[in-house]
């Protein structure tokens, strides 16, 4: 089964066009016909959104014009799954990078010279601080090791 994409055309006519070349009366209607029956979603062409998947169809007698790049339709979901997957990981990165500001931020105040001014010795509040200081770090060591995560391809 040969697959390609639609790229843009509002017609059956001019996909089928651009698929077989410009053809003349029945070949023009059989060769729409043959698509449709292939791809039924084509009855609302003007409605599906480029990069749809298309099988196209061997008629007989007709020939695929060599500008139409005929795909694998695992390659194909493959390279969107792959698309997904990098439009979500720099969605990560960014959120990461937010979240590491705000750790390093709080991580300055914890350890703010008046802050130690204003605890003085009092033992309790000093293991509060050190406390927070401990979880901010492994809080900082979390984000690094998720954002060393997202260097890695689930897909290989």
């Known amino acids: 089964m040969d697959t390609t994409t639609l790229r843009g055309e509002e017609t059956l006519q001019a996909l089928t066009e651009r698929l077989y070349g410009r053809l003349k009366g029945e070949q023009q209607q059989r060769a729409e016909m043959v698509l449709l029956e292939a791809n039924p979603g084509l009855e609302a062409i003007g409605g599906l959104a480029n990069g749809s998947l298309l099988v196209v169809p061997t008629i007989p ?44 931020s709080q991580l300055k105040l914890v350890g703010a010279e008046y802050l130690q001014g204003l605890i003085g010795d009092d033992r309790n509040l000093n293991e509060v601080v050190d406390s927070l200081r401990s979880n901010l770090d492994q809080r900082r060591r979390e984000l690094k090791r998720r954002d060393d995560n997202l260097d890695v391809d689930p897909l290989g």
């Open 61 to 104: 007698g007709f020939t695929v014009t060599p500008d139409v790049k005929l795909e694998d339709p695992l390659d194909q979901m493959m390279r969107q799954i792959r698309a997904d997957l990098e439009a979500y990981r720099k969605e990560l990165r960014e959120a990461l990078e937010e979240e590491r500001q705000e750790t390093d």
